[in-house]
């Protein structure tokens, strides 16, 4: 239908932005961020272009490419895109573009964390368009070396300790996830890492083996969604990092890990993925309560913003352990929600920092006097976070514990105790920041500006558009969906 390999080219279009970012002298900054910029912007264009080119009411994958890599073992070069995957990498090369001007205040060494940077976005769309285990394993493996360089280099005063942990947790949680890709392969006939053909063959494996595999891989997805308990490093994580990969961890690395229970997990194991749904339920409502308890005690802006995201992520889980169509739409479209919302929450975390250089949220008062503009972003994006109705967040939330409900009703109403708790501490942290008497201190703080009002602009059209008219993105994610679930053996 078209002749570019539009895949190839989306997911190792970074690289070539790498490689002209190798002959720049590392004095010419200017430069040096107008082709980061530049890389970012038509990777962006060419998410757009595959949507061109992508038929949305047509399930299973489109645009695929296929190529022998290590034909000793059957594993190929092998990409394709469907709803799930477009929607990821959508949203990838958005928020990559956005955080990239985010990046602008980046003071030091300026050349290095750029090429990390584009390393970083290499990963993350290689991960959501790969349909080879080993190939999926080699992209999922590639993000965590940027991302620790990116906290333990550009981080704040604990940065090596947070990437230290960041990469222990998830360094372990890969290991057992490749035990697990390892198995699949030798138990399947003929040995393979196709995605595809694993699907097809997944009535022949037996239960206990999917019991045993299904737990593998849960390690090394759960810890990257993060599921309670696995969740004690993105805290550390998040408060360290610079903005730009605060934005980037929890805008898109925290969907791989609910990316791979979606194209992995379920699919290929789909007796375990009944079997283990009340305990998923149980942690799902756990992460939801717990994490909006513990973001309710923060004093640190950053800190609450990421204690949030285990919340938020926590309905992610609850839809997707319903094993129901309403359940996986809402926690699919919770996914691409988080990634908006609590993207643009980190921008304006770091744009309240640059100026104050403090996140003490008691610190504050008063600023909507002095930083009206600022003061409209943080209260939009605030309500959006705490699922007003008309904002995206509603929306994904109440399908999650709707589907929830359904085959889990008493988790599912405990779970709400989670939706009042984020409420309370959205509108407690308003308070602290933008009412009340204005601090002294702050009299001269400088509005925020036309650089950062563009990387949120995009958000917040996306933000109100999804949340008035959801239909836009459940359309492309639905065919995908339904699919998995015939899959999994459940009528949809």
């Not at 070539?16 to 980061?36: D, E, M, Y």
């Not at 060494?109 to 976005?121: A, N």
């Not at 359940?327 to 990634?339: D, E, K, P, V």
């Not at 950062?452 to 959801?470: D, K, N, Q, S």
């Amino acid at each position: 239908m078209f002749g570019l390999p539009l895949l190839s080219l989306i997911i190792f279009l970074p690289v070539l932005g790498i490689l002209i970012l190798f002959f720049i002298p590392k004095a010419q900054t200017s430069t040096i961020r107008g082709v980061s910029v530049a890389t970012t912007l038509v990777t962006f264009l060419l998410s757009l272009l595959i949507l061109a080119h992508f038929n949305t009411a047509q399930p299973g994958f489109q645009l695929e490419e296929k190529l022998s890599w290590i034909p000793q073992v059957n594993i190929n070069y092998h990409v394709g895109v469907d709803g799930l995957s477009y929607s990821m990498i959508f949203l990838t090369a958005l928020l990559c573009f956005l955080a990239c001007f985010a990046s602008f205040s980046i003071k030091d060494r300026i050349k290095e964390y750029f090429i990390f940077y584009l390393m970083l976005e290499v990963g993350m769309i290689g991960t959501f368009l790969a349909l080879d285990l080993f190939l999926f394993y080699v992209f999922w493996e590639i993000t965590l070396v940027p991302m620790y360089f990116l906290i333990g280099i550009w981080g704040g005063s604990r940065k090596e300790y947070a990437a230290i942990k960041f990469f222990l947790y998830t360094l372990a949680g890969s290991v057992f996830m490749l035990l697990g890709i390892l198995a699949l392969y030798f138990n399947s006939a003929p040995h393979t890492f196709s995605i595809v053909e694993l699907i097809a063959q997944n009535s022949l494996f037996p239960r206990l083996f999917q019991n045993i595999i299904f737990a593998a891989l849960f390690f090394g997805f759960a810890i990257k969604v993060p599921v309670f308990p696995f969740h004690t490093w993105l805290p550390d994580a998040h408060v360290e990092a610079p903005t730009p990969a605060s934005v980037l961890l929890a805008g898109v690395l925290l969907k791989m890990g609910g990316y791979g229970f979606f194209r992995i997990s379920y699919p290929i194991l789909p007796e375990a993925a009944k079997f283990f749904a009340p305990a998923i339920a149980l942690l799902a409502l756990i992460g939801i309560v717990y994490g909006a308890f513990v973001a309710m005690a923060q004093t640190d802006f950053k800190k609450m913003v990421a204690y949030s995201s285990v919340s938020h992520m926590g309905f992610v889980m609850l839809g997707l352990a319903s094993l129901n169509p309403i359940g996986f739409s809402g926690a699919y479209l919770q996914m691409f929600n988080h990634g908006i919302i609590t993207g643009a929450m980190f921008l304006l975390v770091g744009v309240l920092y640059d100026r104050a250089h403090t996140r003490d949220l008691n610190a504050f008062g008063g600023l909507r006097e002095v930083v009206p503009v600022f003061s409209g972003m943080l209260i939009f994006f605030s309500l959006a976070s705490l699922g007003l109705p008309g904002l995206s967040g509603f929306v994904s939330e109440f399908l999650s514990l709707l589907g929830g409900f359904k085959a889990f009703r008493l988790f599912t109403i405990i779970s709400v105790t989670g939706i009042i708790v984020t409420a309370g501490y959205i509108l407690f942290m308003i308070q602290r920041i933008l009412l009340g008497p204005l601090n002294p201190k702050w009299k001269s703080l400088a509005e925020i500006n036309t650089r950062e009002i563009l990387t949120l602009v995009p958000l917040l059209i996306l933000t109100l558009a999804l949340g008035v008219y959801p239909k836009l993105i459940l359309d492309i994610l639905n065919p995908g969906l339904n699919l998995i679930l015939k899959a999994i053996g459940v009528a949809n």
